[in-house]
T-cell receptor, first 117, second 115 residues
Framework: GAVVSQHPSRVICKSGTSVKIECRSLDFQATTMFWYRQFPKQSLMLMATSNEGSKATYEQGVEKDKFLINHASLTLSTLTVTSAHPEDSSFYIC?????????????FGNGTRLTVT | AQKVTQAQTEISVVEKEDVTLDCVYETRDTTYYLFWYKQPPSGELVFLIRRNSFDEQNEISGRYSWNFQKSTSSFNFTITASQVVDSAVYFCALSSSGSARQLTFGSGTQLTVLP
């Protein structure tokens, strides 16, 4: 079964509104979570890395004020797309790793397809 | 800097044919991990294999096999007797020991298996 749950799987919102995406680790403590974005027919690009209890580290070119990441607990990280615009429409997917799973495959959520109208 | 190259953008084969997906990587780290993921049209990433840099043994799992060659920095993936359900985008990815497990993905190969 899934070890990382991502919600919602699909969301449609109007331009200017904010959308929150949740990523939960189901049966392990996720000390680190990663947020990726995938545009149609493109690869996954890392947006940011979040460690529980500390500020997220954003990749170059990713606006931290637009993509707010909160990793307040060992099982939950949230990505909030603020003041969404049509160009933010994309597939967002998270992955999670625990402290004892260094050699394990990263677990991915099922992704969230965001459409901004 | 790390880089993963999947030169094949799209591959189309007829069912039951064998197909090899190429993956070439670049890293300065001596310890690293290589992955293959499958992404069907529904979007989720399905883990297929992880290999660390010290294990060059080839691996076979059912119809899937992987050929890891450090000398050429390649980690190729072969599907034997392909099936229509194998149609998906396949990603090769790299994680170095110092990167806290974030992945660098290749651009993906769209595999279409025709009946």
């Amino acid at each position: 079964g899934a070890v990382v749950s991502q919600h919602p799987s699909r969301v449609i919102c109007k331009s200017g509104t904010s959308v929150k995406i949740e990523c939960r680790s189901l049966d392990f403590q996720a000390t680190t979570m990663f947020w990726y974005r995938q545009f149609p027919k493109q690869s996954l690009m890392l947006m940011a890395t979040s460690n529980e209890g500390s500020k997220a580290t954003y990749e170059q070119g990713v606006e931290k004020d637009k993509f707010l990441i909160n990793h307040a607990s060992l099982t939950l990280s949230t990505l909030t797309v603020t003041s969404a615009h049509p160009e933010d429409s994309s597939f967002y997917i998270c992955s999670a790793s625990g402290p004892s799973s260094y050699n394990s495959p990263l677990h991915f959520g099922n992704g969230t397809r965001l459409t901004v109208t | 800097a790390q880089k993963v190259t999947q030169a094949q953008t799209e591959i189309s084969v007829v069912e039951k044919e064998d197909v090899t997906l190429d993956c070439v990587y670049e890293t300065r780290d001596t310890t690293y991990y290589l992955f293959w993921y499958k992404q069907p049209p529904s979007g989720e990433l399905v883990f297929l294999i992880r290999r660390n840099s010290f294990d060059e043994q080839n691996e076979i799992s059912g119809r899937y096999s992987w050929n890891f060659q450090k000398s050429t920095s390649s980690f190729n993936f072969t599907i034997t007797a392909s099936q229509v359900v194998d149609s998906a985008v396949y990603f090769c990815a790299l994680s170095s020991s110092g990167s806290a497990r974030q992945l660098t993905f290749g651009s993906g190969t769209q595999l279409t298996v025709l009946p």
